[in-house]
């Protein structure tokens, strides 16, 4: 397994190159010229124009300018955003912590309500509890997100008053509680898919004929439930689970900008219509990385629920 | 020599004006006015984006300046409702009869955060450091006619310039010249302003944290020199980062936001003013929303063209639905806020000046006088969608012109590509929705930029790419003045000019919102809030 690991991290280099330069490549070609965006709306001198072009390295060809960035980048120096003023590898590290929690509720979230959910209308197919779950996933899947969450501040903030509006709170327990409405806002659309993927998955394992057998064995509902059907089904929604992951990521764009929390999601929108070339590549390379290994952990993962399945 | 410490004596009290409110945020009805200030308490202050740094050197923005003017100081200050100079960390200052010389006398006493006195050399260091071109200040301009700056002795400051400018003593009370630690500074290096370091000032508040995308947050400074004249009251301010409009108004409802400084969305000002708990007051501005075209292609380089769009345009609507209350326009960027010297020659001027008011009558026909209006037709009108007014702006100009017989369509851009066509080449927009706010109380603020074609250049900020060799002569020559009637003189001279030149539709003259909560005392802004310590008198009854 680990060999495996290892030529699937060494096969992700190429991707890496590819990505970076690509990246690279389209945030010059968008329209809006970084310069003038940095200084946005006010008076200029054009001498400052031409020092602030040099200091952010837009002289000079394209390709020696990637080659410059790709030097540094190895040595894990992405330089400086030009609209901030600090190090993109300092924003990075300060950025990072907020939305990677919001994305670890949200996933916990969804596993912890999603999966049972499922389990529980394809046990009671066609049940009153059925068509609720239904209904319930139906509109966690077609909320937006911003939708959500703007919905979420009006009912728990502004009209019940239990949860704050927005910010990120002092200490760990106030974080927390800041942490649920963009959580839950996030996870809605998350919970409905894993619940639906659960569902379909568990109706058609539960039909199988070990289920059958295991019935007819007189096994407990409970452990057939749990540990043969549920343990078949997981596949499935495992790599529903991780695809989704990759739109939570969007998602925490949305939300965090909603909701003043300042994460990833928010760094990068700024860095887009700022055209913050620094923090858009270092951003999207950090995104690439996490990807890969996010898939990475659930192909490893798989073996592990279940072990007909080997990697060598 | 001339005496810098004229008393303020006239408000700016002119026809809708005395709706404005100027002193924002006095005690919710029902609150007796004369309560004296608490020493205590927090206040949470809340803005749309991250601010660029607390380094003054950079501080240019809207969102920057909560922190930084709380932290560092200006040697001298905007007062009397922004119109004014007054004493700060200089306690007085004199200019030269040829304009050339100020010499302004450093206030003994003052310590920096750290408790290290703050001293002339800390002074020389601050302004050098700005106009260095390596820093690369934004704010380093401002200082473009410094020659030199000298300390004779411990307490005395000499800035030599090179030539007459007759805007630089404003930018005495810019960021350009916030006093900050030679020792602090040199020691930080390039991390000086960025969240890992902070900065340290003479100001009413320290510098305590900030966290990237969060918040930035203040500490009283119980060793601030004036505290004569009332504050620092507050404990702690907490400057928070919330980018979305409808959390921002959220946030004011539940009492989360104290304080909202310009970033109350325009389309929910009904909205707030029904709140309970929030105050929301308007100050005047030197700040404007306008539509303009390349008066230097056809058929915008026919004045009769300019004029009839001019006549076409329905100012008045806009403003009544848009900015109900505010002053009334006319065809000047010089708005009667900005009236700060000279007043009764300015209003003379006034009286005479052009509104071109709606009339589609006389638009047709200078149109058809023109001989060129076929050419409009299909043209595009480009504004920012995300400005509500703006966007009023530009649809209410369409149907204008579509009563005119004359089809425009919207060009709906992105901040990215209004930034670009406002301060680019000019080749990519017919017509242009845009605004200006002046940086200094003075009427050249708003015509020298917006109409010197010194400024039409790629990075300039004349979007009309206006023209005329006799207006430039008169802007160039009275910047060179120190005698400020002669100034008006030439200023109100070269606005008559433009005027009929029509190069630009000048429609609003906004005010600036301060949302506060009835818990908050003592807030108060003025048209240049920008450039303002703004918490230093604010205190919070609990």
Same mark, same amino acid.
């Given at each position: 397994m680990a060999g495996y690991a290892v030529r699937r991290l060494l096969a992700a280099i190429p991707t890496l190159i590819f990505v970076s330069f690509v990246t690279f490549g389209l945030v010059r070609l968008a329209p809006g010229d970084p310069v003038l965006i940095v200084l946005g709306g006010k008076r200029i001198s054009p001498e400052l124009m031409e020092q602030l072009r040099e200091k952010f390295g837009l002289v000079g060809d394209p390709i020696s300018q990637y080659l410059a960035w790709v030097g540094r980048a190895v040595q894990f120096d992405f330089g400086e955003s030009f609209k901030l003023r600090q190090e993109v590898g300092d924003l990075i590290v300060a950025r990072l912590p907020t939305t990677v929690e919001l994305i670890a509720m949200s996933v916990l979230l969804a596993i912890l309500l999603g999966i049972p959910l499922g389990v529980l209308q394809a046990r009671r197919r066609e049940s009153a509890v059925d068509y609720a779950g239904s209904f319930v996933a139906f509109i966690g899947v077609s909320s937006p997100v911003y939708f959500t969450a703007i919905i979420g501040i009006l009912v728990f903030a502004v009209w019940l008053g239990v949860l704050p509006a927005f910010g990120s709170g002092d200490g760990p327990v106030d974080q927390l509680r800041h942490l649920i409405l963009p959580a839950v806002a996030l996870a809605l659309g998350m919970i409905a898919l894993t619940s639906r993927m659960t569902r379909s998955a568990m109706l058609e394992v539960l039909t199988s004929d070990f289920i059958e057998a295991a019935r007819a064995k007189g096994l407990p509902e409970r452990t057939i439930l749990v540990k043969h059907a549920l343990r078949n089904a997981l596949i499935p929604v495992l790599t529903v689970i991780s695809l989704q992951v990759g739109f939570l990521v969007v998602g925490t764009v949305l939300v965090e900008s909603t909701m003043g929390l300042g994460g990833l999601g928010s760094l990068i929108t700024d860095a887009i219509q700022n055209r913050d070339y620094p923090v858009i590549q270092a951003s999207v390379l950090l995104l690439t990385v996490l990807f890969i290994l996010l898939n990475l952990f659930t192909d490893l993962l798989y073996a592990v629920i279940d072990p007909r399945i080997r990697y060598t | 020599m001339m005496s810098v410490l004229s008393p303020w004596q006239r408000r700016l009290g002119v026809g809708a004006m005395a709706v404005f409110a100027v002193a924002a945020g006095l005690p919710a009805a029902g609150l007796a006015q004369s309560e004296t200030p608490q020493m205590g308490g927090s206040l949470v202050a809340v803005i749309e984006g991250e601010p660029t740094s607390v380094d003054?050197?950079?501080?240019?923005?809207?969102?920057?300046?909560?922190?930084?003017?709380?932290?560092? @100081?200006?040697?001298?200050?905007? #007062? @009397?409702?922004? =119109?004014?100079? #007054?004493?700060?960390?200089?306690?007085?200052?004199?200019?030269? @009869?040829?304009?050339? =010389?100020? =010499?302004? =006398?450093?206030r003994d006493g003052v310590k920096f955060h750290d408790g290290s006195d703050m001293t002339v050399e800390d002074v020389v260091f601050s302004l050098d450091r700005i106009r260095d071109p390596e820093l690369g200040s934004y704010v380093g301009w401002m200082l473009d006619s410094v020659a030199d700056v000298t300390a004779p002795d411990d307490s005395t400051v000499v800035i030599t310039l090179s030539q007459p400018d007759a805007l630089f003593e404003y930018a005495l009370a810019s960021t350009a010249a916030h006093v900050v630690s030679k020792a602090v500074v040199e020691a930080a290096g390039a991390d000086y302003g960025t969240p890992s370091v902070g900065s340290i000032g003479t100001g009413p508040f320290k510098f305590v944290e900030w966290t990237s995308g969060v918040q930035q947050k203040l500490a009283r400074n119980d060793d601030y020199w004036n505290k004569e004249d009332g504050g620092p009251y507050l404990d702690e301010i907490t400057i928070k980062i919330l980018p979305e409009p409808t959390t921002r108004v959220a946030g004011l409802d539940t009492g989360e936001i104290d304080y909202l400084v310009n970033n109350v969305p325009s389309d929910q000002y009904a909205t707030v003013e029904g709140f309970d708990n929030v105050n929301l007051t308007f100050a005047p501005s030197f700040y404007g929303e306008w539509i303009t075209f390349n008066t230097q292609e056809a058929p915008f380089d026919n004045v009769k063209v300019r004029q009839a769009l001019n006549y076409a345009t329905d100012k008045a609507g806009l403003r009544a639905l848009y900015w109900p209350g505010t002053p009334d326009t006319k065809a000047t960027l010089v708005y009667p806020s900005m009236w700060t010297f000279e007043q009764d020659a300015w209003q003379a001027a006034w009286d005479v000046l052009p509104a071109y008011d709606q009339d589609l009558e006389k638009a047709r026909q200078l149109l058809d006088e023109s001989g060129v209006a076929d050419q409009l037709n299909g043209m595009t009108i480009s504004y920012y969608e995300s400005t509500p007014s703006m966007k009023g702006i530009a649809e209410s100009f369409i149907d204008s012109m579509s009563q005119l017989g004359i089809t425009i369509e919207a060009n709906k851009t992105t901040y990215q590509e209004n930034i670009a066509q406002q301060f680019g080449n000019h080749d990519d927009y017919d017509i242009f929705v845009g605004s200006w706010g002046s940086d200094f109380p003075d009427p050249s603020g708003n015509l020298r930029p917006n109409f010197g074609s010194e400024n039409i250049a790629a990075g300039g900020s004349n979007a009309s790419a206006y023209s005329n060799p006799d207006v430039d002569a008169l802007l160039v020559e009275q910047n060179a003045l120190v005698d400020k009637a002669e100034r008006a003189k030439l200023l109100i001279e070269a606005q008559a000019l433009i005027a009929e030149d029509s190069p630009l539709i000048s429609v609003s003259n906004p005010g600036w919102p301060l949302a506060v909560n009835d818990r908050v005392h003592g807030a108060e802004i003025g048209p240049l809030w920008y450039w303002a310590s703004l918490f230093k008198d604010v205190w919070v009854s609990e």
């Open positions: - | 003054p050197a950079f501080d240019y923005d809207f969102v920057s300046g909560l922190a930084t003017s709380s932290i560092t @100081e200006p040697l001298i200050k905007f #007062c @009397e409702g922004d =119109t004014q100079l #007054c004493p700060n960390l200089a306690s007085a200052w004199t200019v030269s @009869e040829d304009g050339l =010389t100020y =010499t302004l =006398t450093i």
